[in-house]
């Protein structure tokens, strides 16, 4: 499903009058006539439309990301897929004010980047990574890693994001990531670690343990990489369960 698809961005359009459009056959931009809504209505729509087809030619998604909610932002990947950021971080604890960013790890079009504390995770090394990406995708990022970062590095990440705790929750997906993937059937290459182990391996590692870094950065990359796979997971699930549902008697 792409944005092109979507109509709840306007304001006043909910889901009940989006599945009223798809059931009339106004499944795509391209097919809207105004003749399924009011004169009002219609004229909202028509702006939208316009509008955002200028702010999809220059690969902007942002403003489709604001209007949506969160659980349904997944809506804006399909657009911008070659260029999202599938970002994940690892700490020394859980709040961000007296705690340290250790690892961050960022998955683009294939390629995979990691940034260790002390040594090549700088404020604009992260704020040139994020720069050059369209969609910044994460699990439980809205509360816990984006904070992290604009709190430990006074970085100001404002890229539309997904977070894909949300999204999973609409699919009825509740827990935390490992255990999502291993409902989903989604491979791990590595033992699983906690994040208590995580800020083991960091402490044994600022004590001379090379090999703990090594542990921790493969960790912190598996949970980077694994979340492209539960993103077109999860998208192609949601577009059969809100779109193609919807779609299905037309």
Not at 9 to 17: F, L
């Amino acid at each position: 499903m792409r944005i092109e698809n979507s109509f709840i961005p306007v304001r006043g359009v909910g889901e009940a009058t989006e599945r009223k459009l798809w059931a009339n056959g106004v499944t795509h931009w391209d097919e809207f006539d105004g003749s399924v809504v009011g004169p009002t209505l219609s004229d909202r729509i028509e702006s939208f439309i316009d509008e955002g087809r200028s702010h999809l030619e220059r690969g902007d998604v942002s403003v489709f990301a604001e209007a949506l909610p969160a659980s349904s932002r997944w809506r804006c990947y399909e657009n911008v897929s070659d260029e999202a950021c599938f970002l994940d971080i690892e700490t020394t604890g859980l709040d961000a004010s007296c705690s340290d960013v250790t690892t961050v790890s960022l998955h683009r079009d294939g390629e995979t980047k990691t940034f260790v504390k002390d040594r090549d995770l700088t404020s604009d090394r992260l704020e040139r990574e994020l720069d050059e990406s369209a969609l910044l995708v994460t699990f439980n990022g809205q509360r816990f890693d984006v904070p992290f970062l604009e709190t430990c590095f006074d970085v100001d990440v404002d890229l539309p994001h997904v977070d894909l705790m949300y999204s999973c929750k609409k699919l009825g997906l509740d827990g935390g990531l490992k255990a999502i993937e291993r409902d989903l059937g989604i491979d791990r290459d590595m033992p699983d670690i906690s994040g208590r182990d995580a800020v083991r391996l960091w402490r044994e590692y600022e004590a001379g343990d090379d090999a703990a870094l090594e542990t921790l950065v493969e960790y912190n990359r598996a949970d980077t990489v694994n979340l492209e796979p539960l993103m077109e997971l999860v998208v192609d699930r949601l577009h059969d369960q809100v779109f193609a549902a919807a779609t299905a008697d037309d």
